[in-house]
């Protein structure tokens, strides 16, 4: 799998191969790389990271570089603020139209009626104090990785300023 970590145009690409053997009669003779068909499908915590690797790093100027390294827990939060707010969009509008196929406005679905039903089967049932309890962990443990990457990214930057990076590590 290649990954392209440019970033080039504003697109994250992927692409895949597979390995055959090139032989003559019984002689392997070299080994060709073949590239295969490869979608790149996100969830949508895969995509909000994807959309600040792509919002954040793709000037490699210094000013660019200087904003990035300095992106606080405020950031993180408008965008948790955001996901959270098209949350309340999409579960308005499914309660919107449930509400009109009951008043009879509406000519019901089932295919619909079946999607949202197998969606609300999969949402675990959790008392309030239990949910909030578990989304909190959540955010901490985000906000911990996010302070590692961080304190590494400190870490690389003082090494290559004091010109230890290429160093080993014993």
């Known amino acids: 799998m290649v990954v392209d970590t440019t970033l080039k145009d504003n697109k994250f690409s992927v692409q895949a191969y597979t390995s055959r053997t090139l032989a003559l009669g019984d002689k392997v003779l070299a080994t060709e790389f073949v590239e295969i068909p490869c979608d790149t499908i996100f969830g949508d915590i895969e995509r909000v990271g994807a959309d600040l690797m792509l ?19 405020s950031d ?8 959270m707010g098209r949350l309340v969009d999409l579960v308005a509008r499914a309660s919107e139209y449930v509400d009109s196929v009951l008043a009879g ?12 039903a197998d969606t609300l089967a999969l949402v675990p049932h959790l008392a309030r104090s239990d949910f909030e309890r578990l989304f909190n962990g959540s955010v901490q443990d985000a906000m911990m990785v996010t302070f590692l990457s961080d304190l590494l990214r400190a870490h690389v930057a003082l090494a290559e300023r004091l010109g230890t990076a290429a160093l080993p590590i014993v």
Request: hydrophobic fraction near 30%; avoid cysteine; glycine fraction near 10%.
């Open 105 to 116: 406005k509406v000519a019901g679905d089932p295919a619909i009626g079946r999607y949202l």
């Open 55 to 73: 919002t954040g790093f793709n000037d490699p100027g210094p000013e660019s570089k200087k904003e990035t390294a300095n992106k606080s827990f």
């Open 76 to 83: 993180e939060a408008e965008t948790l603020a955001a996901s």
